[in-house]
């Protein structure tokens, strides 16, 4: 590894050696100057790097639709990171996380339908529904026992 600033020496050198069986063994550290304070240089960091960040995952996480440069001025002022001119691999990494997180959300999600209808058929007089918006994701339920329905028709 390099920096690549003008006047930063800093760089560290690995090496792993083949071994008899033809398979390679450990990396091992050969070399390292690590002079790399006041180093001009900024930082470019991947689309993984971007998404392992706490402070981003939970920009994105509240509001699906927030913009590139919301999401670099938000991790800047929590974690005084700074992407600079890295948008791009932000909105990959924006775009990436939303993913899993739909993915994470809608299966859990889309067995409730199934388990109130079974509720409700398990539970004669009581009633359950789940309603969907209009892009057909969940959007609320509501679960009333017999005891309440009884209650409220009593009145």
Wanted: aromatic share 8%; hydrophobic share 45%.
């Amino acid at each position: 590894m390099v920096c690549v600033a003008d006047g930063c020496s800093f760089f560290v050198n690995f090496y792993r050696c083949k071994r008899a069986d033809k398979t390679y063994g450990k990396w091992s550290l050969s070399i390292m100057e690590l002079g790399h304070l006041n180093c001009p240089a900024t930082a470019k960091p991947t689309k993984r790097q971007i998404m392992e960040l706490a402070a981003f995952a939970s920009a994105v996480r509240p509001y699906g639709s927030v913009s590139a440069s919301a999401l670099v001025s938000q991790v800047h002022k929590r974690d005084g990171i700074s992407f600079g001119k890295h948008k791009r691999t932000v909105y990959r990494a924006h775009e990436a996380v939303n993913e899993v997180v739909s993915e994470i959300v809608q299966q859990p999600v889309e067995k409730i339908p199934p388990l109130l209808a079974e509720f409700a058929s398990l539970n004669p007089g009581s009633t359950a529904v789940a309603e969907r918006d209009g892009d057909g994701r969940f959007k609320r339920a509501i679960v009333i026992i017999d005891v309440f329905v009884a209650a409220v028709e009593a009145r």
